[in-house]
Structure formats: structure tokens, C-alpha cells
Nanobody
Framework: QVPLVESGGGLEQAGGSLRPLCAAS????????LGWFRQGPGKEREFVAA????????YYGDSVKGRFTISRDNAKNTVYLQMNSLKPEDTSVYYC???????????????????WGQGTQVTVSS
């Protein structure tokens, strides 16, 4: 088990920035790939960003590419999502996930992750 706890969401105006983070416990944190997904009201959970277990590779959804940056600090068992140039359509609950995607495409899929946090709400006002 890899308990994951998100924090750092909140309310921000369009064009602003937020930096939610996800803290994990357990010595195996550094061996997992980490991802962020989001789910808006009445929508399916969608891929946002992911980072490989040593941080050498990052992956982004088309809607956030160039605006969001994922990073990780294995010494602190923490993954971050720097969100810039926020838009109202970014409003969602953001979920952190950990897992071992077996090939590149699985980084983008919920099935690539075995552990999930409870989510943190991000609301962007226009």
C-alpha cells in the first residue's frame, strides 16, 4: 500500500497559479511512477500529467501541456503539480496516483496506477 494525501488545491482566478502537492508514506515511494488525474462535475476522470519513477520522463495531457509542470522529490516522498495560466475549465477535483505503468501509453491511463489519493478541489473563477 502507498497512502497518498493531496493538498494545496483551492480557489484561484483565471490566469493565476496553484501548486497542489501529493505526499506519500512508505519506503517504496521512489520506485513508483506518479500521476495526476482530474475529474470535473459530470465528467470522466482524465489524465493530467505523470512522471517516471526517477523523474527522467514526464507526460502531459493536451489540455495542460505548456501550462502545467509535474515534478517529484523522492527525498520528501512528494510529487508536485505546478499549474500556471489557469482557466475556468481546469476546475476539477485533482487526484494523485502511484503505480508501475508497464509501457508508455499506460502512463496516460487510469489502469496504469494501483494507488489513489482522495483528491483536492481546484476551482478557477473567470
Amino acid at each position: 500500500q502507498v497512502p497518498l494525501v493531496e493538498s494545496g488545491g483551492g480557489l484561484e482566478q483565471a490566469g493565476g497559479s496553484l501548486r497542489p502537492l501529493c505526499a506519500a508514506s512508505g519506503a517504496t515511494f521512489s520506485s513508483f511512477a506518479l500521476g495526476w488525474f482530474r475529474q470535473g462535475p459530470g465528467k470522466e476522470r482524465e489524465f493530467v500529467a505523470a512522471i517516471s519513477w526517477i523523474g527522467g520522463h514526464t507526460y502531459y495531457g493536451d489540455s495542460v501541456k505548456g501550462r502545467f509542470t509535474i515534478s517529484r522529490d523522492n527525498a520528501k516522498n512528494t510529487v508536485y503539480l505546478q499549474m500556471n495560466s489557469l482557466k475556468p475549465e481546469d476546475t476539477s477535483v485533482y487526484y494523485c496516483a502511484a503505480g508501475s505503468p508497464s509501457y508508455t501509453n499506460s502512463y496516460y491511463s487510469r489502469s496504469g496506477y494501483a494507488y489513489w489519493g482522495q483528491g483536492t478541489q481546484v476551482t478557477v473563477s473567470s
